[in-house]
């Protein structure tokens, strides 16, 4: 783990670097959009410093440059041609920029695939002087034994959420306290090592440095959900156009992530074939009309559909609303089957709050909040990102959520696994620090 | 119809993206907007000085603009004003300056004028400034001539008190009022010639001159033929020595050819071949030859 360790750290040591340069990029490299936020962080603002407030203070930062594009070479959230992402990506970010009139070096980004799998580890130490210091953290962190995830996955995210000091849990922050035995529960996000090396290979490619990488529906989670939801526990579900993340929040920390690789782009391809039209007059019939509650009046409304041969006007069809809802529905409720499924494999259902956010660019289509309350049989409503500072009106919709999350990770970010020194036994760092290390763990 | 053409593609090139990205550096972007055209202004302006058709034009135009400004009647000079100097002198020092009133000031080199004036040798030292009203003042300190020295070549040059020629003579009668002196280097030792001089004044009227011998010592020629060789050092003593000798005995009227005072411890008095004559007659010893 200690390759991944070192990564992760490298990337945490760039992102202090453009907070302190105070202009920082984040990128939500989605199936249908990539949309790309500038931020500009307050000079002086030292958001990692102990005295700064926990939680989603979301003051420290403006956004001075937003772009979207679509996205081209993504699908289901991986990179399936680089030379086509790598434009995409170049679009967004050179508009962004041009918005913003800065030069942006760093970039957090978020993606929606690699199948994220959660593992969650305890690890287990004696405290060796009676009270709790930063060193036995990072022992205790250590000392999670990690589960065999394979060679082809990467690790992501590796969040301390629980510590417990001698039979007290629900610790945040054990340090200082008195007591012998520290354990620590810690939520170890995997994803697959491919995507995650062609993400970082486009980034390469575009010029721009990486300075934290994170799954999609953990940010939009992180945006989606307000405070209460977050402390109590709420899962965020991240209705993308080729993927839906799943993220179950407690206590303020993602304790679960998953992803299903369906999403919007799905319904779109069934009305395409269901109604044979083309796949971007499927498009705009679905954003335009599209619903999964029937009523008696949409019998009765009709929709003009575009000829497939477009044969100017001869033999014009026309569907009603009810046809369209038919074809919508079953795909929708299936995307969300196959959710409620993941939810209770989660253990979802042991958790104080039950509630359910939608959010997600799919997560617009009327009436879907009443049928995920069907399906998955919890309160649902649909949620749209918190509102930052200088965000334009075009991106506070739902479908920003995963952005603007990022946006609130980068300026407040959890405390994950490479914040605290390893010990030296388990770290491959260079002899002169070990030996330093082991100095002063010594004396 | 299905559209044949393909959309444009938004995404930029990367070679687009890459300049962008360079352009919103702070210092690409101000060294292009403010450096690009400063360098370009500099260089416009370098070369245009460097043209020789540019420079000459300027020259004219400033020299012209000069020579305006000096042309004022204000800073014109009308008027030389000499200073303390005699009347030959006046018309010496005019003719050597030939300067051509009226003359602008700024045309004017003080400085210049200063060095020409004392180049002469009959000026010691001159003070040069304008005294305004178109008035150029001179002052001029002459160097009085004290001794005439004639030269080897017969040429005949006053000497001033410390040595410094002042002018030709034309003869001996010019200036009978001055004292003559002779000899190679005898302008190096002007000041123990004139110590001399003062010494020598109860003969002042049977005095011939003196004479340097060998760059080192004096010798005093009288009008009689007779001659007072010095010694190279304490000649003023020596020559007090023989005027006192004279004032007692007076020696110097009688029929001596030389009195030699080189060595300090005796006088040594030559006689002339009539007087020795008549001495050796008075004290009864007849050469026969002589007879």
């Avoid at chain 1, 992760?8 to 249908?32: F, H, P």
């Avoid at chain 2, 053409?5 to 890459?18: F, L, N, T, V």
């Avoid at chain 2, 190279?232 to 020559?239: D, F, I, V």
Wanted: with cysteine; proline share 5%.
């Amino acid at each position: 783990m200690s390759h991944v360790f070192e990564a992760q750290r490298a990337m945490r040591q760039r992102r202090e670097a453009a907070l302190r340069r105070g202009v920082v990029a984040v990128l939500d490299i989605g199936t249908t959009k990539i949309a790309c936020l500038v931020l500009q962080f307050a000079p002086g603002t030292d958001t990692d410093d102990g005295a700064a407030p926990r939680g989603l203070t979301h003051g420290a930062f403006r956004v001075i440059g937003a772009a979207t594009t679509r996205s081209r070479g993504v699908r289901c959230g991986e990179i399936v041609a680089m030379e086509e992402t790598e434009r995409a990506i170049r679009t967004a970010v050179q508009a962004a920029q041009k918005m913003a009139g800065v030069r942006v070096d760093h970039v957090i980004a978020s993606f929606g695939g690699g199948a994220p799998r959660s593992y969650g580890l305890s690890g287990d130490i004696r405290v060796e002087n009676g009270e709790v210091s930063e060193p036995d953290v990072g022992h205790v962190l250590a000392a999670c034994d990690v589960p065999d995830y394979g060679m082809d996955r990467e690790a992501l995210h590796a969040l301390p959420v629980n510590f417990t000091l001698d039979g007290r849990t629900g610790l945040i922050d054990p340090r200082g306290q008195i007591g012998n035995r520290l354990s620590v529960d810690m939520h170890l996000l995997t994803a697959d090592a491919a995507p995650v090396h062609n993400i970082l290979h486009c980034f390469r490619r575009c010029d721009l440095e990486l300075a934290g990488l994170t799954v999609s529906s953990y940010a939009a989670g992180i945006a989606a959900l307000v405070e209460d939801e977050q402390e109590l526990g709420a899962a965020c579900i991240d209705l993308g156009g080729g993927t839906s993340g799943l993220s179950i929040f407690a206590k303020r920390h993602m304790i679960y992530a998953d992803s299903v690789p369906l999403g919007g782009h799905h319904v779109t391809s069934d009305i395409c074939q269901g109604l044979h039209i083309p796949m971007a007059a499927a498009e705009r019939i679905k954003t335009i009309h599209g619903g999964v509650m029937a009523t008696g009046v949409d019998d009765r409304d009709l929709i003009e559909i575009p000829n497939p041969v477009q044969d100017n006007g001869q033999d014009r069809r026309q569907i009603t609303r009810s046809e369209l809802i038919g074809v919508i529905r079953p795909r929708m409720e299936e995307i969300l089957e196959e959710i409620r499924d993941r939810l209770d494999a989660s253990g979802f259902a042991y958790l104080q709050g039950q509630r359910v956010v939608l959010t997600g660019a799919t997560a617009q289509i009327p009436g879907l909040d009443q049928l995920a309350a069907r399906v998955l049989g919890r309160q649902v409503r649909i949620g749209k990102p918190l509102r930052v500072q200088g965000l334009p009106q075009a991106a506070t919709g739902p479908g920003f959520a995963a952005a603007v999350g990022l946006a609130l990770h980068a300026s407040h970010p959890q405390d994950e696994c490479w914040d605290f020194e390893m010990p030296s036994d388990r770290v491959g760092a260079k002899r002169v620090r070990r030996a330093l290390r082991w100095f002063r763990e010594n004396w | 119809m299905l559209p044949v053409k393909a959309p444009r593609d938004p995404a930029p090139s990367r070679i687009k993206y890459r300049l962008e990205r360079l352009w919103l550096r702070p210092a690409i972007r101000n060294s292009v907007r403010i450096g690009l055209p400063l360098a370009a202004l500099a260089w416009m302006l370098v070369s245009l000085a460097l043209n020789p058709v540019v420079q000459k034009g300027v020259a004219d135009k400033a020299m012209a603009l000069r020579n305006q400004i000096a042309a004022h009647p204000g800073l014109m000079v009308k008027e030389l004003r000499l200073n303390g100097v005699s009347g030959p002198m006046q018309a010496r020092i005019i003719d050597h300056l030939e300067l051509e009133l009226p003359v602008s000031s700024m045309d004017l080199d003080l400085g210049a004028v200063q060095r020409q004036v004392t180049a002469l040798d009959a000026v010691a030292s001159a003070q040069v400034r304008l005294e305004g009203a178109g008035v150029l003042g001179i002052s001029v300190t002459e160097r009085v001539p004290v001794l005439l020295w004639r030269r080897t070549d017969g040429a005949l040059n006053m000497l001033d008190e410390n040595g410094v020629f002042v002018g030709l003579a034309e003869s001996r009668a010019e200036r009978v009022d001055l004292p003559i002196i002779a000899g190679d280097g005898a302008d190096k030792a002007v000041a123990e010639a004139r110590e001399l001089l003062a010494l020598s004044e109860p003969i002042a009227g049977r005095l011939r001159g003196l004479v340097r011998v060998g760059e080192r010592r004096w010798t005093l020629v009288l009008n009689t033929g007779l001659r007072i060789l010095l010694p190279e050092t304490g000649a003023t003593a020596a020559l007090a020595r023989v005027m006192a000798l004279h004032e007692a005995e007076d020696i110097l009227s009688r029929e001596l050819a030389r009195v030699d005072m080189r060595d300090r411890r005796r006088p040594i008095l030559q006689l002339t071949p009539e007087s020795l004559r008549e001495l050796r007659r008075a004290q009864g010893i007849i050469i026969e030859e002589d007879v």
